[in-house]
């Protein structure tokens, strides 16, 4: 580092200086060596006032958090501020949710009123039982324990009654009632009275009473389906015993005239066909849990769902006790 | 954050530590030799005897540094599990087993939801956890090859003979010997020496070697010549002593103990994850509270109520992020470490870049590394250099007769040369093989008298002396350029003041003129003007050695010098700069050992001190009025002698600290460095620390960043480094606050990116408990995009290139410029993520309503959706739905869902490339994002279709028109973000910029 000579000079003078100083002050350190730690203790006094000043800060500046009356800022912004952003965010969730709403009701433009565009994840169709429950425990002798079930299927069958069916048509046994083109579609008659001991006409307790009560099965409705072949329910008890049952209609057919569903708004009256199965328990089987398993056999549909147990089947349990 | 540290810290340190602060304690100098032999009981002559040595061997201790306590493995390990973000995610993990745990008390079926999700939590933590701590070991493990080397040897003399032995076995009292190159062994009082100099830089900084004699010469142990200290090096001579002190007892051992307890505070990253995980806490336990409540108020039992809080809090936790951001900086380590910077605490790697104040005794840190030639004297007038590369701003007429002299002397009496193959670049760009100031006039004459290596040709170098520290001048000796002229030319540069001693004329408008006492003033006053500026000033002379002496051929020796060195034709000055860089923190802070005048002239020799600003001394000087009238606010520089620190109150450092911005402090001794480093802090700096030596340990390990030598520096100071620069290149420091500046910047954005996905992902859950819609997104999808499709882009963003000079900014201020911002937060969540929301749920609800579910039927549906024995729930068309049929459409849902996240992700990390610029200024040229891009789609593409993932992960198969729903709001986050951007740039300052620029 070069540096002019006259600076250094001076320099070389302040150095001079500088050595005498240091010298006097190197005995300053010596001396400093002991009080150093009052000093030290000295500037642990300050350091706690410090702190002690910071403490108070704070509680200022929590309550500016909130409303500080120098600068009118609520919550860290002024009242203009608050309305820009508020604002802000006003017309920019606005505008999304315009963007939302258009594009939704474009896609909703898009689809037919009558058939989703997508069905394939229905084209099996479930069953299930009514009444709706996995286990059916009864007392038989006791009617209000089995009065939830028969409700239950009176709710059911209220739209099956014969008073309203007649008002329908009577259509081909064992034919597909096709009528796409037809702007009104006709529904095809099912009237309650068909299931006999378990249409709950003559017997209001559909056997719960006698302890053989009725199960309805019914086939989820699909629009456009056609089942091949033709279509019957059969059910099997999973015990060692064999189970009596009865079916109504007999054989436990589900006609095919009741087939294909045209959705719910070309269809309003729509029913779909029903099973009976009345379980014919003998006394032995009182007190004893079955295990009742049906299945929709007889056509192309699955029934064999390794994950979907109701797909053309369904497994429910009967317990009746006296 | 520094100011309650500092108190707490001396509250908190041992009697030990206290004792370890106070200055050295070592009085066997002011003792006779007589007195120092009777001590230790040894003779002067016959040394110890070896049963003597045996018995102080075992009650001292071996004479080694006891290596500071090493942290466990499995403290560290815990540490890299437990620290930081980690807390974050194990608190989620945690809160999702509590879920899981109410819900299997209270449910037949619980769902497994939050039961892996607390599993998969758990596995993140623990293995980015691993992935940190290899990470740190491997650093380390290059750590540990520094260790111990060489074996020390020391020559002591025992029972009269001189035995070589093992430096840990030295004692006190032992007679040792020591020659030039050995390094001392222990601390040892001289009592004879033969022209012994010891370098005691590495303990005091002083970078001139001492002499050592065995009279006492000062009071203070440090200054007085009789001692000299362990691990110093003897340069010269030969020295004979007696230990005095050994082992840790010795004043670099104290040193090093003093090291070793401190403590060190959170790395500037480190708070800003803290102060990022307080944001998010608070949003997650707002969002929580708010729907808890919002819950109980639409009729949720208690307990549904409380899994949902902890549903929601966990869905804010971004599972990704810590491995994001673990990953970001290991490959900012490694691009670091390719530059030979190595890092040895992965969250340091970001602190160089934040840094504040650097406090520094080597000034090529703070300078550019880049000397170029600025002025010019002769003719009697200073001309400023040109450095343009055109030449377009010459100043001065290039055909003066003695600028062309000037010019030859400054080609020829040069050894630099370009590197070969660079001919295509400017010169200004061109490596040069040779030292800074000759490369700076080899370049500045290229420029301007055209090439160098021609004019070298022309004239052929006949003999040379190279510069050399005693004569302070370098000479040359060529033929000329014309042919028939066979006399040879001497050419000579060198310190000034040299140069003209030797000199009788002066060339003068081309004309040799004799060397009078007014040219002599005019060359005073350049060169005090040039000197004045704080550039670095050479003066050039020659002279046509005469044919009759010197004919041709006749043999110049360069060892004994046979030919005239004097009677010379003074040429010209020229004077260098190194430009100080652009980027270095404005305030640096320069901390040396050596004298306080020393100190000032360098520091104002490398613009620490710049021009025109004067210290409280200089104005005094200039006003002549004694220093106590000058008002110390007129002074911005000041020079502060280290004795004067220990009587300064803490308010009067932090004066001293606020009130200049250039400061020099001179002699300090470590424990000064220390409160130096700590004053700083407490004004909330982040302050790097550059040493190399044992004295400036204990600042290395206080600084927020402690910049060690990895060639130079000693073992006590690497350990006490958070950072090692392999090669000892200062400019890799620069390289650091690049890296540094960079990966904060990228960070920010990695965040931003990762942190948008947040809302569509918890958006979902929340309407699913309000609306009660089917839940269009499932746990395992959200942790699908967290660790699987958002990793690799939010990655990819820690390759993104700068969008401007980042080194010309200023550097952040810890206490307004955090990582992760309520802009950050505002965009992130509510500009961005709502629209990926919509985006999502738009997709969502294509899906159902294709399927058969028009939105206003799936308003209150869930109850009976979720129900298992509900096997023929009717859509609006009439049909009906087993549990399982409709299950998988609602995983179909999720699906489209999270492939619509990924659609509205790509629009995310191109808008997140850049926080300011278009990215059309920015380009596309970072390859890792559009890897990333296309991973993330193939990612999400095989997890949809792959065969078995309907088992394996619940993920179906989606019909290529559901990939489309996305597009539109993906393209709506881009065209919005672009206009964000413009107005930005439009309006810098503006509302914009106040609310949306994180």
């Known amino acids: 580092m070069s540096s002019s000579p006259q600076e250094q000079n001076r320099e070389q003078k302040e150095e001079q200086k500088e050595e005498q100083k240091e010298d006097v002050k190197e005995e300053e350190v010596k001396k400093d060596m002991k009080p150093e730690d009052n000093q030290n203790q000295n500037e642990e006094r300050k350091a706690e006032k410090w702190e002690e000043n910071k403490k108070e800060e704070p509680k200022e500046s929590w309550k500016d958090c909130i409303y500080n009356p120098r600068t009118g800022e609520f919550m860290g912004r002024t009242a203009s501020s608050w309305g820009l952003i508020l604002l802000f965010y006003l017309v920019f969730y606005g505008f999304l949710a315009g963007m939302f709403c258009l594009t939704m009701w474009v896609m909703l433009q898009t689809l037919d009123d009558n058939v989703p565009r997508y069905q394939d994840r229905v084209a099996n169709p479930g069953l299930v039982i009514r009444p709706h429950a996995a286990e059916i425990s009864f007392n038989r002798s006791d009617p209000t324990n089995y009065n939830q079930y028969i409700q239950n299927l009176h709710n059911l069958l209220q739209r099956y009654n014969d008073s309203i069916q007649e008002r329908n048509d009577l259509c081909m046994v064992g034919e597909y009632t096709e009528q796409d083109n037809e702007p009104i579609k006709k529904v095809c008659q099912f009237k309650r009275s068909m299931l006999r001991q378990c249409s709950g006409l003559r017997d209001s307790s559909f056997g719960f009473a006698e302890g053989k009560p009725c199960i309805i099965i019914k086939m989820n409705r699909v629009i456009g389906l056609k089942p091949q072949g033709d279509p019957y329910i059969n059910c099997t008890a999973k015990g060692d015993s064999p189970l009596r049952m009865q079916y109504y209609p007999s054989e436990a057919r589900l006609d095919k005239m009741f087939f294909p569903y045209y959705g719910n708004k070309a269809h309003a009256d729509y029913v779909q066909p029903l099973v009976a199965v009345q379980l014919l328990l003998s006394r032995e089987d009182l007190n004893v849990e079955q295990t009742v398993e049906c299945k929709l056999e007889g056509t192309n549909l699955r029934n064999d769902d390794d994950r979907d147990k109701f797909m053309g089947r369904v497994v429910f349990r009967v317990k009746v006790s006296e | ?998």
Request: aromatic share 8%; charged share 20%; net charge negative.
């Open chain 2, 1 to 998: 954050m520094g100011a309650d540290r500092s108190p707490k810290k001396k509250k908190g340190g041992t009697k030990d530590m206290d004792d370890l602060k106070k200055e050295v304690p070592i009085t066997e100098h002011k003792m006779s030799i007589e007195e120092v032999c009777r001590k230790f009981n040894t003779d002067i002559v016959q040394g110890l005897t070896n049963a003597k040595a045996a018995e102080y061997l075992i009650r001292d201790g071996p004479n080694a540094l006891t290596p500071p306590p090493t942290t466990p493995e499995w403290v560290k390990f815990c540490r890299q599990l437990f620290g930081g973000f980690s807390i974050l995610l194990w608190t989620g993990a945690i809160l999702c087993f509590l879920a899981y745990a109410i819900q299997a008390a209270t449910e037949d079926e619980p769902a497994g939801d939050n039961l892996y999700l607390g599993i998969v939590l758990t596995a993140v933590v623990v293995i980015t956890g691993c992935f940190s701590y290899f990470q740190e070991a491997k650093s380390s493990k290059i750590m540990e090859s520094f260790k111990n080397m060489v074996p020390q040897q020391a020559l002591v003399i025992r029972e009269g003979e001189k035995v070589t032995i093992n430096a840990e076995e030295v004692v006190g009292g032992d007679l040792i010997e020591v020659k030039g190159g050995d390094r001392i062994p222990a601390d040892i009082r001289v009592v004879s020496a033969h022209g012994c100099k010891v370098d005691n830089s590495s303990l005091t900084g002083e970078s001139e070697p001492q002499s050592r004699s065995p009279d006492c010469t000062h009071d203070n142990p440090l200054e007085t010549r009789n001692v000299a200290f362990f691990s110093t090096n003897c340069v010269e001579g030969t020295a004979r002593g007696i230990v005095i002190c050994t082992g840790d007892r010795t004043v670099m051992g104290r040193i090093a103990t003093l090291t070793s307890g401190l403590e060190t505070g959170k790395t500037p990253i480190a708070k800003e994850i803290e102060h990022f995980i307080h944001i998010i806490t608070g949003v997650a336990v707002f969002l929580g509270v708010t729907f808890f409540i919002l819950a109980i108020i639409l009729g949720y039992s208690w307990l549904e109520a409380v899994i949902f809080l902890i549903g929601i809090i966990v869905a804010n936790v971004p599972e990704g992020l810590l491995a994001t951001v673990t990953v970001c900086l290991t490959l900012t380590a490694k691009r670091m470490a390719k530059k030979n910077c190595l890092v040895k605490n992965l969250e340091a790697v970001e602190t160089l870049g934040s840094t504040s104040t650097i406090c520094s005794d080597k000034t090529g840190t703070l300078t550019q590394n880049r000397m170029t030639v600025a002025h010019m004297w002769f003719d009697n007038q200073i001309h400023e250099a040109d450095t343009t590369e055109d030449q377009s701003g010459a100043s001065f007429d290039k055909s003066s007769v003695t600028w062309l002299s000037l010019a030859r002397v400054a080609g020829l009496c040069n050894r630099a040369q370009f590197k070969a193959g660079q001919d295509s670049l400017p010169i200004l760009k061109r490596d040069v093989a040779g030292d800074a100031s000759e490369s700076a006039l080899l370049k500045c004459i290229e420029l301007s008298c055209g090439s160098v290596r021609a004019m070298r040709d022309r004239n052929k170098k006949v003999a040379e002396i190279p510069f050399n520290s005693t004569n302070k001048y370098q000479l040359s000796v060529h033929e000329t350029e014309d042919p028939n002229d066979n006399r040879y030319l001497l050419v000579m540069k060198g310190a000034p003041e040299r140069i003209l001693d030797r000199c009788t004329t002066i060339l003068v408008q081309g004309k040799e003129q004799p060397m009078d006492e007014e040219l002599k003033e005019a060359f005073q006053n350049a060169y005090m003007e040039l000197g004045g500026l704080g550039e670095r000033v050479l003066g050039f002379c020659h002279v046509l050695l005469p044919e009759d002496q010197y004919p041709k051929g006749f043999a110049f020796d360069t060892e004994d010098v046979n030919f005239q060195t004097d009677n010379l034709c003074f040429v010209g000055l020229m004077s260098m700069i190194d430009p100080p860089r652009a980027a270095v923190p404005d305030a640096v802070i320069m901390v040396t050992g050596d004298h306080p005048i020393t100190a000032k002239a360098i520091a104002k020799g490398v613009g620490i001190i710049s021009e025109g600003n004067e210290t409280v001394e200089d104005i005094a000087a200039r006003l002549n009025i004694p220093v106590s009238q000058v008002n110390p606010r007129d002074a911005k520089a000041c020079v502060v002698h280290g004795t004067d620190l220990k009587d300064l109150s803490q308010d009067q450092m932090d004066d001293i600290l606020r009130n200049h911005t250039e400061i020099v402090f001179a002699r300090t001794s470590p424990q000064q460095k220390l409160i130096i480093v700590e004053g700083c802090q407490r004004l909330g700096a982040i302050v790097a620390v550059t040493g190399d030596g044992v004295n400036d340990s204990p600042a290395l390990k206080k600084a927020d960043i402690g910049v060690a030598m990895g060639i130079s520096g000693s073992d006590v100071s690497k350990q006490a480094a958070d950072m090692i620069l392999l090669d000892d290149n200062f400019a890799s420091i620069v390289t650091g606050v690049e890296e540094g500046r960079l990966i904060f910047d990228n960070l920010k954005k990695s965040i931003a990116y990762t942190l948008t996905s947040n809302i569509p992902e918890i958006t979902p859950f929340l309407f699913f408990i309000i609306v009660n819609i089917p839940l269009p997104l499932g746990t395992i999808t959200i942790l699908c995009i967290d660790l699987g499709t958002d990793m690799v882009p939010a990655i990819s963003l820690a390759y993104e290139t700068a969008e401007s000079d980042i080194m010309k900014r200023q550097p952040r201020n810890p206490a307004r410029d955090k990582l992760v911002n309520e802009r950050l937060i505002s965009i992130a969540y509510g500009q961005i993520g709502m629209i990926q929301a919509l985006g999502g749920f738009f997709a969502y609800f294509v899906i159902l309503a294709e399927n058969g579910f028009l939105p206003s039927r799936l308003v209150g549906i869930r109850l009976n959706w979720d129900d298992r024995s509900t096997n023929d729930l009717e859509d609006s068309y009439g049909q009906q739905w087993t549990y399982e049929q409709r299950k998988i459409v609602e995983f179909t849902c999720h699906t489209a869902f999270f492939v619509s996240i990924v659609v509205v992700q790509w629009a995310d990390v191109i808008i997140c490339k850049t926080r300011r610029n278009s990215v059309f200024q920015q380009g596309m040229r970072n390859k890792i994002l559009i890897f990333g891009l296309f991973e993330e789609t193939a990612l999400a593409a095989f997890l949809s279709y792959c065969p078995g993932m309907d088992v394996a992960l619940r993920m179906y198969p989606l019909k290529p028109s559901w990939w489309f729903c996305a597009f539109p709001y993906s393209f709506l986050i881009f065209v919005y973000d672009e206009i964000r951007k413009l107005l930005l740039r439009r309006n810098p300052g503006g509302w914009v910029e106040r609310e949306t620029y994180y």
